[in-house]
């Protein structure tokens, strides 16, 4: 019944910007909060940021904190991550994610309870 699709990857030069977007339906979407992640080819998927229902507290991975930025709105049921300063080692399938998020356990992807299809981001040098 919950459907999160994602939308807005692309290839893009270094230094570029994107902007990711996740459309939801089905659920409570003020309830849940939402994450993005993402995968390489041959590793694992990784945590990239999250935001907590009021959208007061956003969380972030190190090597993403000075140039993402996650944010949402809970009249649209859309929540985004605006992407800055692209770097090569930034490719990967951007994954959306809904959960109930317990605090300290942001980053772990089993606290997310649906999954979006991905959207692909590739950066060239």
């Known amino acids: 019944q919950v459907q999160l699709v994602e939308s807005g990857g692309g290839l893009v030069q270094a230094g570029g910007s994107l902007r990711l977007s996740c459309a939801t339906s089905?659920?409570?979407?003020?309830?849940?909060?939402m994450g993005w992640f993402r995968q390489a080819p041959g590793k694992e998927r990784e945590f990239v940021a999250a935001?907590?229902?009021?959208?007061?507290?956003?969380y972030y991975a190190d090597s993403v904190k000075s140039r993402f930025t996650i944010s949402r709105d809970n009249v649209k049921n859309t929540v985004y991550l605006q992407m800055n300063s692209l770097k090569p080692e930034d490719t990967a399938m951007y994954y959306c994610?809904?959960?109930?998020?317990?605090?300290?356990?942001?980053?772990?992807?089993?606290?997310?309870?649906?999954w979006g299809q991905g959207t692909q981001v590739t950066v060239s040098s």
């Open positions: 935001i907590r229902w009021s959208g007061v507290s956003t």
């Open positions: 994610a809904a959960g109930r998020l317990r605090y300290g356990l942001e980053e772990y992807k089993a606290e997310y309870d649906y």
């Open positions: 089905g659920g409570t979407f003020s309830n849940y909060g």
